[in-house]
């Protein structure tokens, strides 16, 4: 088992900035791959970026250019820095891990942006 736990959502104001992290515990050797997902209100849950232990990144256009995502496996963590916010990033963001084939989930962390 791996038990992901999300921190540093919040409210920002667009245009604002802030930078998620996630920390797993338990089993956490031959992670292949962390990342995020968010789900906004009445919406299905969206990738918005991955990467892998290799370091390989993958992100959602929506996001490209504005968010960074970041992981140092040896320490099992895995950030995402969002810049230049926009009231459309508003959602609960979902960090995973990816381990044998299984994602495990956080619980998520609100993220409200402003207009």
């Known amino acids: 088992q791996v038990q992901p736990v999300e921190s540093g959502g919040g409210l920002v104001q667009a245009g604002g900035s802030l930078r998620l992290s996630c920390a797993a515990s338990?089993?956490?050797?031959?992670?292949?791959?962390m990342g995020w997902y968010r789900q906004a209100p009445g919406k299905q849950r969206e990738l918005v970026a991955t990467?892998?232990?290799?370091?390989?990144?993958n992100y959602a256009n929506s996001v490209k250019g504005r968010f960074t995502i970041s992981g140092a496996n040896a320490k099992n963590t895995v950030y995402l820095q969002m810049n230049s916010l926009k009231p459309e990033d508003t959602a609960v963001y979902y960090c995973?891990?990816?381990?044998?084939?299984?994602?495990?989930w956080g619980q998520g962390t609100q993220v409200t942006v402003s207009s």
């Open positions: 995973y891990y990816l381990r044998g084939g299984v994602n495990y």
């Open positions: 338990g089993t956490i050797f031959s992670i292949s791959a």
């Open positions: 990467i892998t232990s290799g370091g390989t990144t």
